[in-house]
């Protein structure tokens, strides 16, 4: 059950756009399309951004999108906003009914 | 609305106990798979534990294997984590989370967590 891969961190400008990427195996991030993304803000519960690689639930800004190649998948902020500042983390389903998440990107909105 | 809310952290030596709650309201319980996820300070989080609805089928991360044990009671829309053999490595903040559906692997909703600190 080893943590997935992300960056310890990005950056962008308001009204740009930062992709964070999520590194697993083929264990994991590639054998199913069970890939979530949470948005953390300091001292807050996670909140759901992304589940199924690319689906929003509701109420959930279309600013928000995700994919998935291969072993690895992305999270993409478009239009970027101060209040998207927070830490990110991805999960993937890794089998016999385990999931595994990210180390977890902090974002900084110069 | 859905609420989830923790409660039992607090400061415990190793090798002590110590049992964490979370009352569950705005849904029914009975119907969704729950788990407990931990984040310890700084870090990511980590998956603990799983219980189906009905409580029958049961999973846990290899670094808790043995010593945890999740439970539920689904007349009192309550989940539980009861943590023995504690060690430093558990000091964590403890959130339990409603995963969306059957089989589904993600969290919908989330509480906001109970702080265990172990240390003597």
């Known amino acids: 059950q080893s943590a997935l891969t992300q960056p310890a961190s990005v950056s962008g400008s308001p009204g740009q756009s930062i992709t964070i990427s999520c590194a697993g195996t083929s264990s994991d991030v590639g054998s199913y399309n069970l890939v979530s993304w949470y948005q953390q803000h300091p001292g807050k519960a996670p909140k759901l951004l992304i589940y199924e690689v690319n689906k929003r639930p509701s109420g959930v800004s279309n600013r928000f999108s995700g994919s998935k190649s291969g072993n690895t998948a992305s999270l993409t902020i478009s239009g970027l906003q101060a209040e998207d500042e927070a830490d990110y983390y991805c999960?993937?389903?890794?089998?016999?009914?385990?999931?595994?998440f990210g180390g977890g990107t902090k974002l900084t909105v110069l | 609305q859905v609420q989830l809310v923790e409660s039992g952290g607090g400061l415990v030596k190793p090798g002590g106990s110590l049992r964490l709650s979370c009352a569950a309201s705005?849904?029914?319980?009975?119907?969704?798979?729950m788990s407990w996820i931990r984040q310890a300070p700084g870090k990511g989080l980590e998956w603990v534990s799983y219980?189906?609805?009905?409580?029958?089928?049961?999973f846990y991360a290899d670094p808790v294997k043995g010593r945890f044990t999740i439970s539920r009671d689904n007349a009192k829309n309550s989940l539980y984590l009861q943590m023995n053999s504690l060690r430093a490595e558990d000091t964590a903040v403890y959130y339990c989370?409603?995963?969306?559906?059957?089989?589904?692997?993600?969290?919908?909703?989330w509480g906001q967590g109970t702080q265990v600190t172990v240390s003597s």
């Open positions: 705005g849904f029914t319980f009975s119907d969704y798979y």
């Open positions: 989370a409603r995963e969306a559906g059957y089989n589904v692997y993600h969290f919908d909703y």
């Open positions: 999960s993937s389903y890794a089998g016999s009914r385990t999931v595994v």
């Open positions: 219980i189906s609805s009905a409580g029958t089928t049961i």
